[in-house]
């Protein structure tokens, strides 16, 4: 029976030389001998050419035969570099260790070496389907891109976006949220949302540092990057596009709602839905992260309002169909009032084919433990109708998904377990 390896013995093996420890130390041991060969001349010299003090004959040893002085000399010269190079090792762990004493700064870094090495994940999506996802995926790998919507009018979101004419913050700000890898109380500050009639109307915390991070870097998208970096976010968030986008959706009376907020409360059927400007450009940086994917995943999310949206940005769909990575779509394990109400797995991929004029997934991930829900939810699970899949061409994957505490949501492990299962048989 083979004893798995401990986080240590794995740094030991493979981490120094990806740090260049072992070349930075090799070359202090060259200039440490240097140090000491120049000096062991220069003392040579002055043995042969300068007359010393009777003293000098047992201050330096010289009744010990010069074989053993060197060994001497040497162990104790060792024993001081051992010594100097620990106490240096203590105090930069009492710098850089976590002070709640959950985990050593090895394990630490062994995780991090080992999420470095996970395959390259774009999340499409937006709302709390796409945080939840990432909240999970993130203990799988750091290479994780979310590519989000930039539809969102209602809310904090939607006043900042009309007051100031910055894109939509609301769902970036929850997918910083779930990718910071920072203390606990710098994301339920990044998250706090200020009481109606303080001021800030409703505002949270972290729209506020999104926006003003936007006036003092000149760019929405160098907003993101700088707030990423402050709260220390595995991988990147990025929008699908920069230009100013408003949603529309014709209903099944052939009548039209303007506005993501207002849709999502609509009591018809959607038929489809639309965006404003016609073709908007997708923002470069998110098209060349779908093209150099290991896996790309679509959803969870709201239908209508989250996920489509993005894919109605011009070159996104067309990027995603172009890519040989494994394409998922991941759908809701409950059906959303005013959007989804009694959709079937398949209906779901139906509206997603429809918006993209034709098949765009590989596998579609549904989940298999279905939980009574209240009829005051107004909500039900999505039933799999396995026969109509069929004939779409794409592969099902069954499992269990659901949150326990929250029946309408994935849990986050579960799902990024999942789909790290799949990613790695495919």
């Known amino acids: 029976m083979i004893k798995s390896r401990s986080p240590r013995f794995e740094l030991a093996k493979w981490l120094y030389p990806g740090l260049g420890v072992k070349r930075w130390l090799a070359v202090l041991a060259v200039g440490i001998l240097g140090l000491s060969l120049g000096f062991a001349y220069i003392m040579t010299h002055l043995y042969r050419t300068q007359p010393f003090p009777e003293a000098a004959y047992y201050l330096t040893l010289q009744f010990i ?64 389907g796409l945080s939840t996802l990432l909240r999970g995926l993130k203990e799988c790998s750091s290479n994780l891109t979310a590519i989000v919507t930039v539809a969102d009018d209602g809310g904090s979101s939607g006043k900042l976006r009309r007051a100031l004419g910055v894109p939509p913050p609301g769902d970036f700000r929850q997918c910083i949220a779930a990718l910071a890898d920072t203390e606990p109380l710098m994301t339920e500050l990044f998250q706090y949302r200020f009481g109606e009639g303080s001021g800030l109307d409703g505002h949270s915390f972290g729209n506020l540092f999104i926006v003003a991070m936007a006036g003092v870097t000149g760019s929405f998208e160098r907003a993101l990057q700088e707030s990423s970096r402050v709260l220390a976010v595995r991988g990147q968030i990025l929008p699908s596009t920069l230009q100013d986008l408003v949603l529309h959706a014709e209903l099944g009376d052939q009548s039209t709602l303007s506005g993501e907020s207002k849709i999502s409360e609509s009591l018809c059927p ?75 797995l398949t209906d779901h991929l139906n509206a997603l084919e429809r ?50 505490s929250f029946p309408t949501r994935h849990d986050p492990q579960k799902l990024a377990g999942a789909l790290m299962q799949l990613i790695s048989s495919h």
């Not at 839905?273 to 709201?302: Q, R």
Request: proline share 6%; aromatic share 6%.
């Open 65 to 128: 035969d010069r074989p053993y002085r060197a060994i001497l000399f040497g162990v104790l010269g060792l024993g001081a570099v051992v010594i100097a190079l620990k106490q240096l090792g203590s105090s930069l762990l009492d710098v850089l260790a976590p002070t709640n004493g959950t985990n050593s700064l090895v394990d630490r870094v062994y995780r991090m070496r080992r999420l470095s090495r996970g395959p390259k994940i774009v999340a499409i999506g937006g709302g709390t």
């Open 270 to 344: 959607i038929h489809r839905v639309f965006v404003e400007p016609g073709e908007p450009v997708a923002y470069p940086e998110a098209v060349k992260a779908i093209v150099e994917a290991d896996a790309i995943i679509i959803g969870p999310g709201s239908l209508y309002t989250s996920v489509i949206p993005n894919l109605l940005v011009k070159g996104i769909a067309e990027a995603i169909r172009l890519s040989r990575a494994p394409k998922i779509y991941v759908c809701n394990v409950a059906t959303q009032p005013g959007e989804t109400d009694n959709y079937t």
């Open 355 to 404: 918006h993209v004029n034709g098949r765009l997934v590989d596998y579609v991930m549904a989940n298999s433990h279905f939980i009574d829900m209240p009829a005051k939810w107004k909500v039900c699970n999505v039933p799999v109708d396995q026969e109509e899949l069929a004939s779409h061409g794409v592969k099902l994957v069954q499992a269990d998904l659901i949150n326990e």
